[in-house]
């Protein structure tokens, strides 16, 4: 369960306030992976980090009885003067996993090579999205924040990512961007659309899709 209490996010954009997220209400169910939809700009990659708990709201709350992983895909949650290893054993300490498990996987999934042991900073923005969709899937959690992660790489690593995230989600449940509905439809039962700062939970994922092409057509 996931849980906003009068959430709100704004930013300033050239002097002027944009809200993002709007005195939001609502509770999303345990159990579901679901597919979060809405134009570019709407605040899609911004809630999925303020329910991470790397970004704060300008007020309200985010209440949830399970554990959640950072949004992987989002390469902001590294140290970038530390290499990938360190990284991972890093964030393996404050997991509380064993380390030199979440090591071997992450070094065998994300196939970095010598860039393993080389400082994130000298990393393209598809290596830091390996990494940490690597780490991400190394350690359980009860729900999953994905940001277009399937989308990196060449066509083996693809099937590789979609392959490790399908048996992650016989055991837990999702939040997932991603512009391709077939992905959608691959990994997600249900559907949340974002639109002018509130969002609309839809229990049929086609009806999801079917209220977001109408707001994209629109």
């Not at 849980?3 to 944009?18: A, D, W």
């Not at 996987?105 to 990494?131: C, H, I, N, Q, T």
């Not at 048996?167 to 990994?187: C, E």
């Amino acid at each position: 369960m996931i849980r906003f209490e009068h959430l709100t996010k704004s930013f300033r954009l050239r002097g002027e306030r944009k809200v993002v997220i709007d005195d939001l209400n609502l509770t999303l169910p345990t159990g579901k992976s679901l597919a979060l939809l809405g134009r570019n700009g709407a605040g899609k990659s911004t809630l999925l980090e303020m329910i991470a708990g790397t970004m704060r709201p300008d007020s309200g709350r985010i209440v949830t009885d399970g554990t959640i992983s950072w949004p992987v895909g989002f390469g902001g949650s590294f140290h970038a003067e530390l290499t990938g290893a360190q990284n991972v054993r890093f964030i393996a300490r404050i997991y509380g996993v064993d380390t030199d498990g979440l090591l071997a996987f992450v070094e065998d999934f994300a196939e970095l090579g010598k860039f393993f042991d080389m400082p994130v900073r000298s990393y393209s923005s598809g290596m830091k999205s390996r990494l940490t969709f690597g780490a991400s899937m190394g350690i359980h959690f009860d729900t999953y924040l994905v940001d277009e992660v399937t989308a990196v790489g060449d066509a083996t690593f693809k099937r590789k990512s979609r392959a490790v995230f399908a048996d992650r989600m016989k055991t837990s449940s999702a939040i997932m961007v991603n512009h391709s509905m077939n992905q959608v439809r691959q990994f997600c039962d249900a559907g949340i659309v974002l639109e002018n700062g509130q969002m609309q939970y839809f229990d049929d994922l086609e009806e999801a899709i079917e209220t977001h092409e109408a707001i994209m057509a629109g």
